[in-house]
T-cell receptor
Framework: GDSVTQMEGPVTLSEEAFLTINCTYTATGYPSLFWYVQYPGEGLQLLLKATKADDKGSNKGFEATYRKETTSFHLEKGSVQVSDSAVYFCALSASSSASKIIFGSGTRLSIRP | GAVVSQHPSRVICKSGTSVKIECRSLDFQATTMFWYRQFPKQSLMLMATSNEGSKATYEQGVEKDKFLINHASLTLSTLTVTSAHPEDSSFYIC????????????????FGPGTRLTVT
């Protein structure tokens, strides 16, 4: 079945460091891909998404490119801030219709001042 | 726009009692709502999908008689945990999708802030 694999955390970085969180997926067809962020004590927020191959999603300085050839959707940010500390979930949705989202295991990110 | 609320945000109940969690789409009509469960430091696991006016579809391994889901209107879905036990303690998150109700992001899921259930 469809699945998402993302790098295990926790990831600890210093402020202004470069961030990469790896995510790969297995799916039939052409899924939509997402990154969600969960700040401490809060629910999930959509961070960015891409719906077809080579699309780049971006938001708040984060970006990820839908790579069909490598089945990847790695999250990157050039200079992280303390406020970026959160848990990040890579996810996929199998089709464009209202279908279930399959989440990766989540990566906890901590940024040191 | 696309705000989803959950009530209560936290609830503590005694073992053997039932507890109801509400999920509301505040500024859009949700054709489809989803209920997830999240264990500490783990990912979200889909429990069930509900479409307004019809019975919920439960994921494999989820007891439908224990986790009662009602989606009686386009803005409200409820999850009732019946005869709760300590192992039901978890973070329950709902999401809502406009679906056929229309809009540019018709099939995107908008998540509620979650409800933390503690069963003593």
């Amino acid at each position: 079945g469809d699945s998402v694999t993302q790098m295990e955390g926790p990831v600890t970085l210093s402020e202004e460091a470069f961030l990469t969180i790896n995510c790969t997926y297995t799916a039939t067809g052409y899924p939509s891909l997402f990154w969600y962020v969960q700040y401490p004590g809060e629910g999930l927020q959509l961070l960015l998404k891409a719906t077809k191959a080579d699309d780049k999603g971006s938001n708040k300085g984060f970006e990820a490119t839908y790579r069909k050839e490598t089945t990847s959707f790695h999250l990157e940010k050039g200079s992280v801030q303390v406020s970026d500390s959160a848990v990040y979930f890579c996810a996929l949705s199998a089709s464009s219709s209202a279908s279930k989202i399959i989440f990766g295991s989540g990566t906890r990110l901590s940024i040191r001042p | 726009g696309a705000v989803v609320s959950q009530h209560p945000s936290r609830v503590i109940c005694k073992s053997g009692t039932s507890v109801k969690i509400e999920c509301r789409s505040l500024d859009f009509q949700a054709t489809t709502m989803f209920w997830y469960r999240q264990f500490p430091k783990q990912s979200l696991m889909l429990m069930a999908t509900s479409n307004e006016g019809s019975k919920a579809t439960y994921e494999q391994g989820v007891e439908k008689d224990k986790f009662l889901i009602n989606h009686a209107s386009l803005t409200l879905s409820t999850l009732t945990v019946t005869s709760a036990h300590p192992e039901d303690s978890s973070f329950y998150i709902c999401s809502a999708s406009p679906g056929l109700s229309g809009g540019p992001s018709s099939y995107e899921q908008y998540f509620g802030p979650g409800t933390r259930l503690t069963v003593t």
